[in-house]
């Protein structure tokens, strides 16, 4: 009786090592795909005003035939020149979200697009509220590259855009959403991955290192990459791939552990440029470096040809 019930347990943690494996590894950008299924309605179109380099804002409502709606914000000339411009998706953090196209100072003549994320509680639970938003947090980050999808779609489709000259850009938190679009969307021509890095694990602890005892946080770091591995951008990173790719991190980050960005640069295949910054981590408020970042990406487009 014994022997059984211990064969029992061994078959049990076998198939639960082996389920947490498929898990891991598995390739969910079908799922991304399905999840965003088609655009069918484009409604509440609404200019809201003007960006810091005069370009007009509008926001509109996206809607897919699997139900899935997206608030996007896009900057544009808003004017009828019968020019298709380049255009870019501009992902940030959740707490930006679609007012993260608003950022740059300038962006020349890129039509910048961006969306606020599919989930609508605090950008961080604390302490029981991680019981009440658990399940929508996770399913507002998985349902992010869908949305994304989504809005390129939109892009794809608008009179003032080239339909050939779409990118994606992902700065800080928002590279592992952007990763998993262009690694999706084979029609995106390129993807800028700023500020980021790939290991999702080695990010947490990173970002939990200061929290408490080192096995507390590892815990919480292993927990953490388990519940997003559908994201590991280590998984998609390399298949952007013949399209170019570019990979700027900072010598000096303080969100992002310098060895997730040194993963991330190795996941992603040629052609790709890498860029190590000699500044701080970005945020909204450090003007100068989110200028060096944008000035860095509009010329790498400029130079393979997505501008």
Known sequence: MRRTVTLVLLAAALVLVVGLWRYQTRDYRPVFSRVAGTLIQVRDSTGIGRAQDGKQLTEVTLISDTGLEVRLRVR????????????????????????????????????????????????????????????PLRRGFLDTPP?????????????????????????????PFATATAATDRRLSGAALLHGGADIRRMAYYAYADGGPAWVMNGLAIATALVVAPLEPAKYAGEI???????????????????????????????????????????????????????????????????
């Open 241 to 307: 791939a013949p399209r170019p790719t570019l990979v700027v991190n900072t010598t000096d980050d303080t969100r992002i552990d310098p060895q997730a960005g040194d993963r991330l640069q190795r996941a992603v295949r040629q052609p790709k440029q890498v860029v190590w910054h000699e500044a701080g981590h970005v945020r909204r408020s450090e003007t100068e470096i989110v200028a060096e970042l944008m000035q860095m990406t509009l010329d790498w487009m400029a130079a393979n040809g997505l501008r």
């Open 76 to 135: 544009a000339l808003g004017e009828r020149t019968g020019i298709r411009y380049p255009a870019a998706l501009l992902v940030g953090d959740i707490k930006t979200g679609r007012k993260t196209a608003d950022v740059p100072r300038k962006t020349e003549n890129l039509i910048l697009a961006s969306i606020d994320y599919p989930y609508d509680g605090p950008q961080w639970p604390r302490g029981w509220q991680w019981v009440r938003y658990f399940v």
């Open 147 to 175: 949305a994304l999808l989504l809005a390129a779609q939109y892009l794809y489709t608008r009179g003032d855009v080239d339909p050939e000259r779409v990118s994606i850009i992902g700065v800080s938190l928002g590279v």
